[in-house]
């Protein structure tokens, strides 16, 4: 905990100007920061860098581990592996001499085209929560500050830094907010505010919810930071709550781009999504006349400077004592970076969130068996999306070498169809050189795809397997739910030519699957990370249990409740209205009576599991023995859901997530697997009269997913 009394001394010590240098970036003189802030050399602050996160270490000119999309280690539903997750990267933040990590993001799933959903967790605000907290946990327990994002309201990158999220105070409360209450409650040390506005305010102004919700209601004491380039004004900022401007530099080579000095100014245009870069300097002598005019108290900037202060404290930057222990496995204050267990945690996400939508018997894969591997990118690794979280790492795995390197069998490649290509929010920059994050030029000329070779090789092998993307970015939306390119082709083709074909999906949320009867397996890998094709192995062929479970429901695009409503989705005159409620992802689907594709929660095992009787065994927990009945290992996420009783005048979800737990059971193992049951799914927001717990009967529905319920059991309230 951070000694308030040497924070109060250290401050009573500063000038305004070495105070304002700790709440204004800067510079970094080494170049690999993400955000800087100077420090105070004369009174032995050092200066403090942040970096992005969410996927890895994003520190200019260095690789470190690429860890696979957060969706993917959301869909593990395991939070202890999220937070060695978080603590991996906290030590290679430490190596690379970073002192924050700008992570987790945990916007709720809104809208299901949204191109930042593969740095998101979920569509559940208790799920978000919780595996937020984990990653918060993990990063903290390495001394690296965690930073959680955006908030709030931050569901589209269309029009991110204009549109005003139109949403009531029951949706906020109830949706929006509690995964970053979560994150306060975990102690997380550091917020950043949104691009966008909430009911016409803009998020780094919001009074409302910085200053009272989040610092006032919820007591959030650590430093609310700007989205880079997201300051809207020097005031309004200051007496919302917002504590530091980043990057508080204009972006370098933005005076072509972008400069109000230059004459081409007013020809330039800044792309949709994409902040104007030269806007800095908010927090500078602005800052300093607000505060002599009386416009922005004088103690504000105290304020500000010791929440800085207090988080350098805390972790141990300001005695020199930070270490990037983790249960004192390591105490090493050098950090840790592309270390054997780091390689080994990134696998074992990859692996655990990768998702069985579909299986006809086809998988496991036979040792022996010979396998075409098909598809326009199986010779690179599907490291991210673009934007912000690319990570480039040392080593990685394509999904040609995985299986190659795997299979006991003869094994043919063709790529079928034409590459698809990585998008990326840096492409989108004038003033930025061309970044390769992915570590694949995209070249398509390079490669002579034929879909003839792609169904040969398919007819003359036992399986076909083939690997399948989406492109996704920062700053851009999908277009649409379908596969990019000539992909759903080949699948079809394929299909047609071996029965016992796989698709390997690789998606950075829901997409459409029109062959889904037509194949015999079908496997969702989100965005892997460096170890993509052995990940994609070990699933294959059953040396790990595919235990993930899907974070988002995965529906035709017409079913989602902004379909064919702008209003909703992208937004109307800057404005997009939220009034489909609460009524988001399951809790749509529920509520319309519509089935799914395949519902949240959702993902089979290898191995069958039975459920006994669930029985309360406290106020908030419940108990269940779930028993693996197969003859091989397997790992179950058990999920408990809430249904309320009805409640005139209270228009309820069907059904709210509520808790969940991995167990990972040998053949024939049974275990009492105990869930702690989250307030939220049985409170309710009314605006009259805040949260509420209705007297009455509550079933707590236990099961595999949350259509698939095995167990149920009543509680009164
Ligand atoms: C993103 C943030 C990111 C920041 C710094 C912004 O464009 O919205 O998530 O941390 O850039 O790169």
């Known amino acids: 905990m951070a000694d308030e009394d040497h924070i109060e001394a250290l401050l009573a010590r500063l000038s305004r100007a070495q105070k304002l240098a700790l709440v204004r970036g800067a510079t970094d003189p080494e170049g690999t920061a993400t955000g800087y802030l100077s420090g105070v050399d004369e009174a032995g602050i050092p200066p403090f860098r942040l970096v992005d996160g969410p996927l890895g270490i994003r520190a200019e000119g260095h690789r470190a581990t690429a860890f696979p999309a957060s969706i993917a280690t959301a869909a593990t539903f395991d939070t202890d592996l999220a937070r060695r997750q978080g603590a991996a990267m906290g030590r290679e933040a430490m190596a690379l001499g970073q002192d924050a990590l700008l992570a987790p993001g945990v916007n709720v799933i809104r809208v299901p085209q949204c191109g930042r959903n593969f740095e998101y967790l979920s569509e559940d605000p208790v799920h978000a929560g919780t595996v937020g907290a984990g990653l918060i946990d993990g990063i903290q327990s390495a001394d690296v500050v965690a930073t959680v994002k955006h908030f709030v309201a931050n569901n589209q990158e269309t029009h991110r830094t204009t549109v005003s999220a139109e949403v009531d105070e029951r949706t906020l409360r109830e949706l929006y907010l509690p995964p970053f209450r979560s994150a306060v409650d975990a102690g997380v040390g550091s917020v950043m505010t949104a691009y966008n506005r909430v009911n016409g305010t803009h998020m780094s102004d919001h009074e409302r919810l910085v200053g009272d919700v989040l610092k006032g209601q919820w007591g959030f004491d650590g430093y609310i930071v700007s989205d880079w380039y997201g300051l809207e004004s020097t005031v309004g900022a200051a007496n919302a709550g917002l504590d530091v401007e980043m990057p508080g530099v204009a972006a370098p080579g933005t005076a072509e781009a972008g400069d109000s000095d230059t004459a081409d100014d007013e020809e330039f245009e800044w792309p949709d999504g994409i902040p104007d870069a030269t806007r800095a300097g908010l927090f500078g002598d602005p800052l300093a006349e607000a505060i002599d005019s009386g416009q922005v108290p004088a103690d504000r900037l105290d304020d500000m400077a010791r929440r800085v202060l207090g988080q350098m404290d805390r972790f141990g930057r300001l005695d020199g004592s930070r270490t990037a222990s983790e249960d004192g496995e390591s105490d090493d204050e050098a950090g840790e970076i592309d270390s054997q267990r780091h390689r080994d945690i990134a696998s074992d996400v990859a692996a655990r969130g990768t998702v069985l939508l579909d299986n006809d018997g086809v998988l496991p894969l036979a040792d022996g068996a010979d396998v075409a591997v098909i598809g326009p990118n199986i010779d690179e690794p599907k490291l991210g999306g673009g934007g912000s979280s690319e990570t480039t790492p040392v080593h990685s795995v394509s999904p040609a070498e995985g299986i190659e390197s795997r299979a006991e069998g003869a094994v043919t490649t063709a790529f079928g169809v034409p590459q698809i290509e990585s998008v990326s929010l840096f492409d989108l920059l004038p003033f930025v050189g061309d970044d390769d994050a992915d570590g694949t030029a995209a070249d398509s000329d390079r490669r002579d795809p034929s879909l003839e070779d792609a169904v040969d090789a398919a ?259």
Request: hydrophobic residues 35%; without cysteine; proline residues 6%.
């Open 459 to 717: 007819a003359a092998a036992d399986v076909a397997v083939v690997f399948v993307r989406d492109a996704t970015t920062e700053a851009r939306d999908r277009e649409s739910l379908e596969l990019p390119g000539r992909q759903d082709e080949l699948v079809s083709a394929v299909a047609a030519a071996n029965e016992n074909t796989v698709v390997v999906v690789r998606s950075g949320g829901p997409v459409e699957l029109p062959w889904r009867e037509e194949v015999a397996a079908i496997i969702e890998q989100w965005y892997p990370g460096q170890a993509d094709g052995d990940a994609a192995a070990t699933v294959l062929y059953g040396d790990r249990d595919p235990s993930g479970r899907l974070p988002v429901t995965f529906a035709p695009e017409s079913q989602y409740p902004t379909a064919g409503a702008e209003r909703r989705y992208p937004g109307v005159d800057e404005q997009a209205h939220y009034d489909q409620g609460v009524f988001v992802g399951y809790r749509h689907f529920d509520d319309a009576e519509v089935d799914p594709t395949y519902p949240f929660g959702h993902g089979h095992s290898y191995a069958t599991f039975e459920y006994g009787d669930a029985e309360p065994t406290a106020e908030q927990t419940v108990a269940v023995a779930v028993e693996n009945v197969a003859d091989r290992p397997g790992r179950e996420v058990v999920q408990a859901y809430v249904r309320p009783p009805s409640v005139e005048d209270a228009d309820r979800p069907v059904r709210e997530l509520a808790g969940f737990a991995a167990v990972q059971l040998d053949a024939g193992e049974r275990q009492t697997v105990t869930l702690t049951l989250d307030d939220l799914a049985f409170s309710r927001y009314a605006s009259d009269s805040g949260w509420t717990v209705d007297s009455g009967t509550y079933t707590i529905e236990i099961g595999r997913s949350s259509r698939d319920i095995r167990t149920t059991v009543t509680v009164d309230r």
